[in-house]
C-alpha cells in the first residue's frame, strides 16, 4: 500500500507528486522511505535558498555530501534519490 504523498514546499513541488505517481504508474515501489527521502530533498533545497526546479552540480554535492558519522547507507540513499530524479 502506498503512502499519500505530502505537500512539497521547495524547487520541485510540482514536479515531485507527478513523478512519485509516474514511478508508481510503472510498476514501481514508491512507498514511504522514498516519498519522505524525497520530501527532506526538497526542503533541504527550500532551506538552501534554491528556487529553480533544476539540479545543478552545486546541489548534487550540497545534497550527496558525507555528514558526519552518518552510515555509508543513508548517504548511498541520499544518491539514489537524486539520481533518480534528475534521470
Known amino acids: 500500500m502506498y503512502c499519500q504523498i505530502p505537500e ?8 515531485l507528486p507527478e513523478y512519485i505517481n509516474y514511478q508508481r504508474g510503472l510498476g514501481y515501489d514508491y512507498g514511504k522511505p522514498i516519498v519522505y527521502r524525497l520530501r527532506e530533498m526538497d526542503i533541504f533545497f527550500h532551506e538552501h535558498g534554491y528556487t529553480k526546479p533544476e539540479i545543478t552540480e552545486e546541489m548534487y554535492e550540497l545534497w550527496t555530501a558525507h ?10 540513499k ?6 533518480g530524479l534528475s534521470k
Open 78 to 83: 541520499r544518491i539514489s534519490a537524486i539520481n
Open 67 to 76: 555528514k558526519g558519522d552518518e552510515k555509508r547507507i543513508n548517504r548511498t
Open 8 to 15: 512539497f514546499i521547495g524547487p520541485f513541488k510540482d514536479i
